[in-house]
């Protein structure tokens, strides 16, 4: 009778026996890279439903799915907290090119433009459903844009009330913090004090306030103290978006890394975040005076049809030129252009050569001017410098990011970004260059953006958290986007999950769409 009992307990019930675990997925025999900066180790990782249960020996214990993740890396997912995914949603839910990137969340929202009705947007995403995890910052150009339209005006006292209600609505609604895109209209028009008032309203809920600065080439360093005067007049941290400088201040990014440090030594908490590349990516009409902006395009239309003013606006982009040290715009090339897309993938300089004009700045500009009377275009914009890129890479509170939304694969010559910022830090600056670790690299695009955009459970791969996760071939991950051949997802990933689905499947994204609304801190729930 012994026997038998002892017979059925092994049988039905090893797990007394044994202590053996059932997990519904486990990743065996990967270098586990934790997010945290320290050292890869061997391990496996043991996920039920959403979360990450165990890491370590899980050998004895049995799963539904086995991930054999031998001389592969598994890290937590990568989180990319500066992308502009507003209108993208619908085309492409599967978000391919941030999924076969690494990417498990991005944060929107950035460089002032959102939506401002988080909650109906929330809404729409939950119905939706993405691959991948989004949180949204609210953008200052758009609260203004509400309140005050495209006008060059300072709001009075009842303007700038409303505009503090509708960023504290935001925050309540789930914003991760307030977003400002200085260059862009109307934002372009506002004084300091209006932001700092604006980042008041979001500090109040625990939010970031994250800048596309005002400048980012010969007056940068101006740009630089305004951003972190903001932070510290609203006593809130600070993220200064995409930092970068081009000319004439190249070479100067280590002056603009001390101005950083110096403000952590007086307390602030202030960071970076970095795509790595030597080109930008922004509309066309950065290149036109401010005043002309105002009023929006209607405006800019009536203006650029008196004479008068036309020759004003030439001579002010001239001296623009001048200052910056460039001869010709040939370093400014259309990535899309609604109206005619045979401009695509080619430069301001060639479109003007094309035109039978001869090539001169003025004759650049009257062409950049055609360009935005027929609806303007997207650019990319070569003006870095790739020292400067490496530096500011260097600097260990310097997070990657993407400044993409979901690419249309095949529509337009877009800036590669927004397919390869993970993979060409790794295989370029990691494993090429050795400019960084490995496990840094991987820090700058987990723990730290989730330390600081406060996205609890996720970032490093622990008990407890959940299961957003890359497993990756270090020795071959690389971003296969260029400039002149864009359309190109990363290779290397093998496996992603996002919220503990598989979404990669042996390096092919397989449609699941499991991605969560991730909401800040201020949030209140009252639905």
């Known amino acids: 009778m012994l026997k038998i009992r002892t017979f059925l307990i092994f049988c039905l019930f090893p797990t007394l026996l044994f202590g053996q675990k059932h997990y519904d997925i486990i990743i065996k025999n990967g270098k586990i890279i934790d997010g945290t900066g320290n050292p890869w180790f061997y391990g496996d990782v043991g996920i039920v439903k959403d979360k990450i249960v165990s890491i370590g020996d899980l050998s004895k214990d049995d799963a539904g799915k086995t991930i054999d993740a031998t001389g592969l890396i598994v890290a937590p997912g990568f989180i990319d907290v500066h992308t502009h995914i507003e209108g993208d949603e619908k085309k492409t839910p599967t978000a391919d090119n941030f999924i076969y990137d690494g990417v498990t969340t991005v944060i929107t929202g950035n460089c002032g433009t959102s939506e401002v009705d988080l909650k109906k947007y929330f809404k729409f995403l939950d119905s939706l459903k993405l691959s991948v995890n989004v949180g949204s910052l609210i953008g200052h150009n758009d609260v203004r844009r509400a309140v005050l339209g ?3 005006v300072t709001p009075n006292a009842d303007q700038l009330q409303q505009m503090e209600y509708l960023v504290e609505q935001a ?9 400002t895109g200085l260059i862009y209209t109307p934002g372009l028009y506002s004084k300091t004090d209006e932001v700092v008032a604006l980042a008041k309203a979001a500090a109040k809920y625990h939010g970031v306030y994250t800048s596309h600065m005002r400048n980012e080439s010969d007056k940068i360093f101006d740009a630089i103290n305004e951003a972190i005067d903001v932070g510290r007049q609203a006593h809130m941290p600070v993220e200064i978006s995409h930092f970068k400088v081009g000319l004439p201040n190249w070479n100067k990014s280590d002056q603009m890394i001390a101005m950083v440090e110096k403000a952590r030594a007086e307390g602030l908490d202030v960071t970076v975040d970095q795509y790595p590349y030597t080109a930008s990516s922004t509309t066309l009409s950065v290149l036109l005076p401010d005043w002309l902006h105002d009023g929006g395009r209607d405006s800019v239309l009536k203006r650029l049809a008196d004479p008068v003013i036309h020759q004003k606006v030439i001579g002010e982009m001239m001296k623009d030129m001048a200052r910056r040290g460039r001869q010709h715009f040939d370093y400014a090339v259309v990535a899309h252009c609604d109206s005619d897309s045979t401009l695509n993938g080619r430069n301001i300089m060639q479109i003007n050569i094309a035109k039978g004009r001869e090539s001169t700045i003025p004759n650049e500009i009257e062409t950049i001017l055609d360009i935005i009377r027929i609806g303007g275009a997207s650019m990319v914009f070569h003006g870095m410098n790739e020292d400067d890129v490496e530096n500011i890479m260097k600097f260990p509170l310097t997070m990657i990011i993407s400044d993409s939304g979901i690419r249309q694969f095949g529509e337009g010559v877009p800036h590669p970004r927004g397919y390869g910022s993970n993979a060409r830090v790794l295989g370029v600056y990691v494993r090429e260059k050795h400019l960084i670790t490995l496990e840094d690299a991987v820090r700058k695009m987990t723990s730290l953006p989730a330390q600081k955009f406060h996205l609890a459970g996720r970032g490093l791969l622990q008990p407890g958290m959940f299961a957003d996760i890359v497993v990756f071939d270090a020795n071959t991950v690389k971003d296969e986007s260029t400039f002149d051949h864009p359309h190109a997802y990363s290779t290397g990933f093998k496996y992603v999950l996002v919220n503990g689905k598989l979404t990669v499947d042996n390096f092919r994204h397989n449609g ?16």
């Not at 925050?171 to 977003?179: I, L, P, T, W």
């Not at 699941?512 to 639905?527: C, F, H, S």
């Open 171 to 179: 925050m309540r609604d789930g914003a991760m913090g307030f977003s």
């Open 150 to 152: 495209e006008a060059a």
């Open 512 to 527: 699941t769409r499991n991605g969560a609304i991730l909401r800040g801190p201020g949030y209140e729930q009252n639905d």
